[in-house]
């Protein structure tokens, strides 16, 4: 006969007992602010402020024109220079909830696992 498996309220007596290995409880370090910033790619660089900027520069230059076109397509280049900053802002807001919606259920599955929240990192 099978001893019973011990009980997740045990938490760290069982998680910490000698002789007990918990497989897959180690987490790689979280990856630091300076290092995080070294991985977003030169095209998302790009696309995230050089671009929305250079239409922004082109509004402007259009308006230095001073005709009445001139007006009407450089305050049309400006929207739509901040229209594209926009909407990539809110695809990382958007990308952001999804990974702390993710980071919360392993939160969730590690607490069923072995009794206790898992420590912040």
């Known amino acids: 006969m099978q001893p019973a498996r011990p009980h997740a309220s045990q938490g760290r ?3 910490h007992a000698p002789g007990t290995e918990v497989r897959g409880a180690s987490r790689p370090p979280a990856p630091s602010p300076a290092r995080k910033r070294r991985r977003t790619s030169h095209v998302l660089l790009f696309t995230r402020w050089i671009l929305p900027a250079g239409i922004v520069v082109a509004g402007v230059v259009a308006l230095s024109f001073g005709t009445i076109d001139a007006l009407y397509g450089g305050s049309t280049l400006i929207a739509a220079g901040i229209a594209v900053w926009l909407i990539s802002w809110a695809y990382r807001y ?14 969730r599955a590690y607490f069923e696992r072995f009794g206790r929240w898992p420590d912040e990192r």
């Open 94 to 107: 958007g990308v952001r909830s999804d990974d702390e919606r993710d980071a919360e259920a392993r939160a």
């Open 13 to 15: 007596a069982r998680i």
